[in-house]
């Protein structure tokens, strides 16, 4: 405790220490294990890849195997199962933004004593089991599913909907998982933004939809890009969603990282794999830190 007193910035430094330890036990750690095992080569054995390091006569021997990240950048089926995942990833969350900023809207214009009531019902699915959730969605949309019966029985559809095992079953499945994760940040914005000058904006005459468009979504535009984001990033790397709901079609570089791990035991492609997946990510983040940085400096 006298520590603490004798250096004021010792108890942030403090702080912020347990986080970043986290981070680093947990997660960087890790992230050289793949990187080291992607510049490996296959091999029978445990584990099922070379060494890199190896000691001979004296004479430290270090081998990396480029040809993983080479085979990555010329085969086609890994170049459109990238863009496929990027596809599907930036159409669920525009979709999730398209859905998520209106009720996150609501809830923030709502009055405060049933705004915790509409936050807990954003919330609920949370409290259940997410691959239960997920197969709940099979029994919904399969042909002979709960839609399709609701459907034909009151006269709108003919014929069952062949939903199940499409990419429409994935975005209806991945919007339905990470909707909450965009109408959280979003609404921690809107619900403190000064309503006073939205009142000014009316005073000088403009209208509810210019108000919304020049004032309300510039306002909300760092919950929107920090709500899209914890949408995005884990929506690429998806695999229970498109393994469950698509079909054989839908490619997900989620579905090509467990092939590689499980089915052909070739761990030095599935961390290369893993390693380009984790450069895209990187990208949207580093370009939201920049955006983050220079909004910070106007101010």
């Known amino acids: 405790m006298k520590w603490l007193s004798d250096h004021p910035g010792g108890a942030r430094r403090l702080a912020i220490a347990g986080p970043y330890l986290w981070l680093l036990l947990f997660f960087f750690v890790p992230f050289l294990l793949v990187v080291k095992i992607s510049f490996a080569d296959q091999e029978m054995g445990v584990p099922p890849y070379t060494r ?22 010329s085969d086609s089926l890994y170049i459109a199962t990238y863009l496929s995942s990027l596809k599907i990833a930036a159409i669920s969350t525009l979709l999730c933004l398209l859905l998520g900023y209106p009720l996150a809207y609501q809830i923030a214009r709502t009055d405060p004593a049933r705004r915790n009531v509409l936050l807990m019902a954003v919330m609920l699915p949370f409290w259940t089991s997410f691959l239960i959730r997920v197969y709940a969605w099979i029994g919904i949309l399969k042909n002979n599913g709960l839609l399709n019966q609701f459907l034909l029985s009151i006269g709108l559809i003919h014929t069952p909907l062949e939903l199940y095992h499409t990419n429409w079953a994935v975005y209806i499945g991945m919007v339905y998982s990470y909707l909450p994760f965009l109408v959280m940040p979003l609404y921690a914005h809107l619900v403190k933004m000064d309503r006073s000058v939205l009142e000014a904006a009316y005073d000088l005459g403009a209208r509810p939809w210019k108000a919304f468009w020049q004032i309300t979504v510039p306002l ?27 079909g054989a079609d839908t490619l997900m570089i989620g579905r090509v990282m467990w092939d590689e791990f499980f089915s052909n035991a070739d761990w030095p492609m599935a961390s290369a794999v893993t390693c380009a997946m984790v450069l895209l990510l990187l990208v949207p983040m580093v370009l939201f830190q920049h955006f983050q940085g220079r909004e910070s400096l106007r101010k």
């Open 220 to 246: 909300s535009r760092n919950g929107i890009i920090a709500g899209c984001l914890l949408v995005f990033i884990p929506s690429v790397g998806e695999y229970v969603i498109p393994g469950l709901l698509g």
């Open 52 to 73: 890199l390091l190896e000691w001979s006569e004296g004479v430290l021997h270090l081998t990396l195997q480029f040809g993983h990240y080479a085979f990555l950048l």
